[in-house]
């Protein structure tokens, strides 16, 4: 496999469940970020992490829940989402946080609709 | 505060027709600018970048486009659109240590 790949790739959970988005890279890269994409808004940043360190946090609820085990692996944890939550998570990598690159590399995203 | 404004949210261009899309940056220094290109259900994929030199870029799948410091723009374009072209457009920005700002897309419809 090459790139960035997210699973699943469509989820449906109800508001108490307990779900979460799997982003693998294999591209060697030491910088993975998660987005999320609402209609008619632009991309709104929600973790960095750089060599499996967060840098940065965008104000995220924390029934969102980020954890990065080594620099290929990025997972996002949910628990007792809201209706709004329903979006698409876009995974992304780049070769280093910061510098003089914007060049991102995105994973097919991840559906997510909460009843 | 920085920001990227893409001010056309639907475009139609006909098959074979040229296109052009908008992007307007405010930050107080030129940024690094970026398009980056969303087919239906998939991510986003980076078509070109600026980071400074020639303010003309080629990028993949025959776009180019042309940086404008005194209107702060960095327009898309291509000469002849094709079907497959059709897809949301962003355009984003940063000065290098700081996020990437994207726009709020454009969506391009090609019509036969």
């Known amino acids: 496999e090459t790139g960035v790949t997210q699973t699943p790739r469509h989820l449906v959970m109800g508001m108490t469940n307990k779900k979460s988005l799997k982003c693998e890279q294999h591209?060697?890269?030491?910088?993975m970020y998660w987005y999320k994409q609402s209609a008619k808004k632009p991309l709104e940043l929600m973790f960095v992490?750089?060599?499996?360190?967060?840098?940065e946090n965008n104000s995220v609820p924390s029934r969102f829940s980020p954890e990065c085990p080594n620099s290929s692996h990025l997972f996002l944890h949910l628990h007792t989402l809201q209706p709004e939550d329903s979006a698409l998570y876009l995974c992304?990598?780049?070769?280093?946080?910061?510098?003089?690159?914007?060049?991102?590399?995105f994973g097919e995203g991840s559906r997510l609709t909460v009843l | 505060a920085q920001s990227v404004t893409q001010p056309d949210i639907h475009i139609t261009v006909s098959e074979g027709a040229s296109l052009e899309l908008r992007c307007n940056y405010s930050?107080?220094?030129?940024?690094?600018l970026f398009w980056y290109v969303q087919s239906p259900g998939q991510g986003l994929q980076l078509l070109l970048k600026y980071f400074s030199g020639d303010t003309l870029v080629q990028g993949i799948k025959g776009f180019e486009a042309e940086f404008k410091r005194s209107q702060s723009s960095f327009n898309l374009r291509k000469p002849s659109v094709h079907w497959s072209d059709a897809a949301e457009y962003f355009c984003?920005?940063?000065?290098?240590?700081?996020?990437?700002?994207f726009g709020t897309g454009t969506r391009l419809l090609v019509s036969p």
């Open positions: 591209l060697g890269h030491n910088a």
């Open positions: 984003a920005a940063n000065t290098g240590f700081q996020k990437l700002v």
């Open positions: 992490y750089s060599l499996e360190e967060r840098v």
């Open positions: 930050y107080g220094a030129t940024p690094y």
């Open positions: 992304a990598s780049s070769q280093v946080w910061g510098g003089n690159t914007g060049e991102l590399f």
